[in-house]
């Protein structure tokens, strides 16, 4: 049986909001609610932290949240999975799908980690991505990056520049991205594009090298948090989210219910 890996990349040192992953979002650590929502969609057969920080190791096991202690050196999340894919291997287990998960996306909905497993099946795509429609201040955001998709799904372009011109409306690419063993190999084979480095898009290294990425539609708006002000922003979003009580109580009593 083919076994599916997930990976949430994450770190203290982000240059626009550091200690980002730990930030509370409506009384949760922000890599929580990316972990939980992880787990209720049942699409990994394993799900893990990938840190180089050893506070977000001492964290995760405070919670039994299994995680991985990986080099600094990454700057890529990709690469930072490909090492925890490693850590694994070494250990006898072995997955055939990966999914990136980003640890800065809290919004995620389980059923969109779902379907972003799913479409592997019934195709030849080694690698999909998740995106969603996005107009207004967002166009013109540069934290945003948008992809050109065409009209078979499969992604053209990453950018962080408002496109198309004079549009009103574009695609915004989520974190959530979906690799088979050989596509995340093939990946962190490649060396630096100079596209994914003007743009600091990793998936860029692949279209400059002439991979297909196959587009797969979020069914809601997910704010990626990149600065102390998207919490706020976050909060609001999630004021009515049904999903929190769900996993609220798993994670702030003692003993933690997971040790029972």
Same mark, same amino acid.
């Given at each position: 049986? &083919?076994k599916?890996?997930?990976?949430?990349?994450a770190?203290?040192?982000s240059?626009?909001? %550091?200690? $980002? %992953?730990? $930030?509370e979002?409506?009384?949760?650590?922000?890599?929580?609610?990316?972990?939980?929502?992880?787990?209720?969609s049942?699409a990994c =057969? $394993?799900?893990?932290?990938?840190?180089?920080? @050893?506070?977000?190791?001492?964290?995760?096991?405070? /919670?039994?949240?299994?995680?991985?202690?990986?080099?600094?050196?990454?700057?890529?999340?990709?690469?930072?999975? @490909?090492?925890?894919?490693?850590?694994? &291997?070494r !250990?006898?287990?072995?997955?055939? #799908?990966?999914?990136?998960l @980003?640890?800065?996306?809290? !919004?995620?909905?389980?059923?969109?980690?779902k379907?972003? *497993?799913?479409? #592997?099946?019934?195709?030849?795509?080694?690698?999909?991505?998740?995106?969603y429609?996005?107009?207004? =201040?967002?166009l013109?955001?540069?934290?945003?990056?948008?992809?050109?998709i065409?009209?078979?799904?499969?992604?053209?372009? #990453?950018?962080?520049?408002?496109?198309?011109?004079?549009?009103? !409306?574009?695609?915004?690419?989520?974190g959530?991205?979906?690799?088979?063993?050989?596509?995340?190999s &093939?990946?962190t $084979?490649?060396q %630096?594009?100079p596209?994914e480095?003007?743009?600091?898009?990793?998936?860029?290294?692949?279209?400059?090298?002439?991979?297909?990425?196959?587009?797969?539609? *979020?069914?809601?708006?997910?704010?990626?948090v990149?600065?102390?002000?998207?919490?706020?922003?976050?909060? !609001?979003?999630?004021?009515?989210?049904?999903?929190?009580?769900s /996993?609220?109580?798993?994670? /702030?009593?003692?003993?933690? %219910?997971?040790?029972?």
């Amino acid at each position: 049986m &083919k076994k599916t890996l997930g990976v949430i990349p994450a770190r203290m040192a982000s240059s626009r909001f %550091p200690g $980002k %992953p730990l $930030k509370e979002i409506l009384g949760i650590p922000m890599l929580a609610h990316c972990y939980e929502r992880a787990i209720l969609s049942k699409a990994c =057969d $394993k799900l893990v932290i990938a840190t180089p920080d @050893q506070v977000i190791i001492d964290w995760a096991d405070k /919670y039994n949240i299994p995680s991985l202690l990986t080099s600094h050196a990454h700057e890529r999340a990709t690469e930072r999975a @490909q090492e925890a894919l490693e850590i694994l &291997k070494r !250990q006898g287990e072995n997955y055939e #799908f990966i999914l990136l998960l @980003q640890g800065d996306e809290p !919004q995620i909905f389980p059923e969109d980690i779902k379907n972003l *497993s799913s479409a #592997f099946h019934g195709n030849n795509f080694e690698i999909v991505n998740l995106v969603y429609s996005i107009n207004e =201040d967002d166009l013109s955001n540069q934290n945003v990056v948008k992809a050109i998709i065409s009209l078979e799904s499969k992604i053209l372009f #990453f950018t962080r520049s408002h496109v198309p011109h004079r549009s009103i !409306q574009a695609m915004r690419q989520l974190g959530m991205i979906g690799f088979t063993h050989a596509g995340l190999s &093939k990946y962190t $084979k490649l060396q %630096p594009t100079p596209l994914e480095e003007l743009e600091s898009i990793d998936m860029m290294r692949l279209i400059e090298n002439d991979y297909e990425i196959l587009a797969v539609m *979020s069914s809601s708006p997910i704010l990626g948090v990149d600065n102390p002000a998207d919490i706020s922003k976050a909060e !609001q979003m999630m004021a009515d989210d049904t999903l929190i009580s769900s /996993y609220s109580c798993l994670l /702030y009593t003692s003993p933690s %219910p997971r040790d029972s």
